[in-house]
């Protein structure tokens, strides 16, 4: 597939040749809340990355009630770059503001059986190349592919190391032998598709009730009930590069994730 030609208009807008109707959209969606010192070198690099690939693309970010200059780090970027920024006055969390991202983008996809979904974080603790294997893997057949951390790479402090390790009894059976190896991570793929019928079984109801990584499994549990098929694969995530204390709250997250697994049994 050949990379879109792209011209700058008089005014320097980015004028873009329509869509071909085979060629996928990817939306990469980003919660961000007080990334200031991160999110801009994050898109920066995302543009790099999909240029490179050649694939169309939209990136949309949500701003949660940042208070430390993270919207007018994202105004720089608004007019070089496909970029969509929403703003909530009010403080969301992790699970709110992701749920708001991928509700609209499954609303405004044209092609929902083609067009692609990416769930990323905001502080540059995974590597936007790892975008690319995820839709190649997708592109392959898959319908949700989950990102799983290569261990060579820090593993954050004792505190999150140990949260994992507990989640990982308490995650038994809960991913009904969905080939996922680390449900924790949430840099994923998922075609627009499956996250379409997803919402279409849940009504009006929330797609995302826990929050933090709990939040995470619990979107991939209920997505993959609409894959036929899914996948993972290893990604490059180094917490050593992030520019802020981690938010994991770990008797929460496990709290979390023990009703989640009493309500899969």
Request: aromatic residues 6%.
């Amino acid at each position: 597939m050949g990379r879109s030609k792209r011209s700058l208009g008089p005014a320097g807008a980015r004028a873009r040749r329509p869509r071909p109707s085979e060629a996928l959209l990817i939306y990469i969606c980003i919660p961000a809340h007080n990334e200031a010192r991160t999110v801009g070198v994050l898109i920066w690099k995302i543009r790099k990355v999909m240029a490179d690939f050649g694939r169309d693309y939209q990136i949309r970010v949500l701003d949660d009630a940042s208070t430390d200059g993270t919207d007018a780090v994202l105004a720089r970027y608004r007019g070089v770059l496909p970029l969509r920024v929403r703003r909530s006055e009010a403080r969301l969390g992790y699970s709110a503001a992701l749920e708001a991202l991928l509700r609209d983008a499954v609303a405004e996809a044209p092609y929902p059986k083609r067009d692609v979904v990416i769930t990323l974080q905001g502080d540059f603790s995974e590597n936007p190349e790892g975008i690319v294997p995820l839709v190649k893997t997708l592109e392959g057949g898959a319908d949700v592919v989950a990102g799983v951390r290569d261990p060579a790479h820090p593993q954050g402090t004792r505190s999150v190391r140990l949260t994992r390790w507990a989640a990982g009894f308490l995650l038994r059976g809960v991913l009904r032998g969905a080939p996922v190896s680390d449900p924790l991570l949430g840099f994923r793929a998922y075609r627009v598709i499956v996250l379409k019928k997803l919402l279409r079984d849940l009504d009006k109801a929330a797609m995302i009730q826990a929050d933090g990584w709990a939040a995470n499994v619990e979107l991939l549990t209920s997505a993959i009930r609409h894959a036929r098929r899914v996948d993972e694969v290893p990604l490059e995530v180094r917490y050593d590069l992030r520019n802020r204390p981690s938010r994991v709250r770990p008797m929460e997250t496990l709290m979390g994730l023990y009703r989640m697994r009493r309500q899969s049994w």
